[in-house]
Each structure stands twice: as C-alpha cells, then as structure tokens.
C-alpha cells in the first residue's frame, strides 16, 4: 500500500459449488510462507450429500514479505449410481471416475 508491505491478517478459502448435490466433498487448503508450511485446514467427507460447500482459514503475520503459496485441494463423490465425464483442468478423475480430485497451487512474492 503506497509502496509499503501491508502486514496483519491472511485469509484464504476454498470450497466446491456445484450445480445440483453431489455424493459428497472433502476440501483442503494450506498455507506456506518462505517455503515452509505455516496454516492448514482439512475437511473430510461428511457423509451428506450438497452441492456447495466451503472452508475458511486465516493466519496472522508481523512481517508479510516474501513467498506465499496457497495450495486448495477439493475431492467430490459422484451422486450414488452415476460416474464423473471428463474432467475440468486441473483436476482428475479417480477410482473409475467415482471421485473428482481437484487440486490448484498459487505462489505470490511480496
């Protein structure tokens, strides 16, 4: 902010919309700075079926310069009876597309 580095509070998030429920869904997300990991969250499968769902965490630095990367990781259950198609980018298919694994990475120098 007007040349200077904001310090304080991180927050990241990442979650799953989908257009109509799903089997289920289990979200990761983590957090590393200067290459060492310094928050993570995780979420696993809840046993219910949705169609959206998210997760929230934040992180508190004195000194914000430097690497970030976030790391967000989703993996969806197809609906009882039916298969995923092909999949999005970044994402693949597994176990004879009865589960979506979703993974995007994102590094950011400050």
């Given at each position: 902010m007007n040349g200077s580095f904001v310090n304080g509070t991180?927050?990241?998030a990442t979650g799953a919309a989908c257009t109509s429920d799903v089997g289920d869904?289990?979200?990761y997300e983590q957090l590393n700075f200067n290459g060492t990991k310094v928050d993570s969250k995780y979420q696993g499968f809840t046993?219910?079926?949705r169609d959206l769902d998210a997760i929230i965490s934040s992180y508190f630095c004195a000194t914000c310069s430097g690497t970030w990367t976030f790391i967000?990781?989703?993996v969806l259950?197809?609906?009882s009876g039916t298969t995923w198609?092909?999949?999005p980018a970044?994402?693949?298919n597994e176990d004879n597309a009865i589960f979506r694994v979703c993974v995007e990475t994102?590094?950011?120098?400050?």
């Amino acid at each position: 902010m007007n040349g200077s580095f904001v310090n304080g509070t991180w927050s990241y998030a990442t979650g799953a919309a989908c257009t109509s429920d799903v089997g289920d869904m289990a979200l990761y997300e983590q957090l590393n700075f200067n290459g060492t990991k310094v928050d993570s969250k995780y979420q696993g499968f809840t046993g219910v079926p949705r169609d959206l769902d998210a997760i929230i965490s934040s992180y508190f630095c004195a000194t914000c310069s430097g690497t970030w990367t976030f790391i967000w990781g989703q993996v969806l259950a197809a609906p009882s009876g039916t298969t995923w198609t092909s999949p999005p980018a970044g994402c693949v298919n597994e176990d004879n597309a009865i589960f979506r694994v979703c993974v995007e990475t994102k590094t950011v120098t400050l």
